[in-house]
């Protein structure tokens, strides 16, 4: 009895601090925080997963991010406030308990001058040497929150705040494919050339966005990915 009631003390709480809102006329979102969190990243991709094996009429998709989701449906046959419905039931069953990793995934980071021109700035950032700043980030295992930007781009945290060195004030025209960097609190990996304003800090040859694959994208949100130094 007791247990049943802290957990639904635990389940009014988290009402309160989630949100539900339109996003346009086709799509809602469920925000969960406003903060990188696992936790809150554990909740979004759970109710994403829950929409997604058992969809409500009129859903077309469910995309989670770090700490939301974002339900789009058809107006033609759904409206918000259904919406809104659907979701509360979806949340009353979630699982409070944080997943285990869906995979752990090494991925080899090729260090050279050529491949890692942004190194000595981060270092300069953080007042390290390049040794000290590649330690720091080799010793961490990053969770993969979400995919965007680009097809496979995975966005993955949390790199240790010594060595967050904020984005570039000008980005590059051109980001070599499978360039690795960090941007604050995050770090990635490009699948594809591309502009972009991380400080990159390494490169893989692994292939992280194949269109013609049955599962195009290496890296999925609810990895986890361990860098290894070639």
């Known amino acids: 009895m007791l247990r049943s009631c802290a957990f639904c003390a635990l389940l009014r ?4 601090l989630m949100r ?4 346009g006329d086709s799509a809602a979102t469920i925000e969960f925080g ?8 554990s909740r979004s991709l759970s109710l994403a997963k829950a929409l997604s094996s058992n969809p409500f009429a009129g859903m077309n998709e469910a995309v ?33 308990d944080k997943p285990n990793a869906l995979r752990i995934i090494e991925i080899p980071i090729l260090i050279s001058a050529k491949t890692s021109p942004d190194l000595d700035r981060v270092g300069s950032f953080a007042h390290l040497t390049v040794d000290q700043v590649l330690e720091i980030f080799l010793s961490k295992i990053y969770r993969v929150h979400m995919l965007g930007f680009l097809p496979g781009f995975a966005y993955m ?13 000008t980005p590059r025209t051109k980001v070599p494919k499978g360039s690795i960097g960090i941007a604050g609190r995050q770090t990635g990996i490009y699948p594809l050339e591309s502009p972009g304003g991380w400080n990159i800090i390494g490169r893989t040859d692994l292939q992280m966005f194949d269109p ?4 195009p994208c290496l890296l999925k949100p609810g990895d986890e990915v361990r860098f290894v130094r070639e």
């Open 20 to 23: 539900i809102f339109p996003l």
């Open 34 to 41: 406003n903060e990188i969190s696992a936790g809150f990243n």
């Open 157 to 169: 945290a949390e790199v240790d705040d010594r060595i967050a060195a904020p984005r570039l004030v």
């Open 64 to 96: 989670p991010a770090y700490a939301s989701v974002t339900v789009y449906f058809n107006t033609r046959s759904t409206q918000f406030e259904t919406v809104k419905s659907e979701i509360a039931t979806r949340l009353s069953s979630l699982p409070t």
């Open 13 to 16: 709480l988290f009402f309160i």
């Open 212 to 215: 013609e694959s049955d599962n």
